[in-house]
């Protein structure tokens, strides 16, 4: 499945995996908020991959947030 939408500039992205190949993209335009928001759904298990945030080329900022 292909996403559906264009990611925005400055803003941080990461990934919920679900079942199969399938994963939930969620976005945060604050770093302190995607940072923490990551970190919750890790907490409750979830299993979760960081992108960082979309330059409007690449992402930035992709090293994983720790505890």
């Known amino acids: 499945?292909?996403?559906?939408?264009?990611?925005?500039?400055?803003?941080?992205?990461?990934?919920?995996?679900?079942?199969?190949?399938?994963?939930?993209?969620i976005k945060r335009k604050e770093k302190k908020?995607?940072?923490?928001?990551?970190?919750?759904y890790k907490d409750v298990g979830k299993d979760v991959e960081w992108l960082g945030k979309w330059d409007g080329k690449k992402f930035q900022e992709t090293s994983t947030p720790k505890a």
């Open 1 to 25: 499945m292909a996403k559906k939408f264009d990611f925005g500039e400055n803003i941080y992205y990461f990934n919920i995996r679900t079942t199969g190949q399938s994963s939930i993209t």
């Open 33 to 40: 908020q995607a940072v923490q928001s990551f970190l919750d």
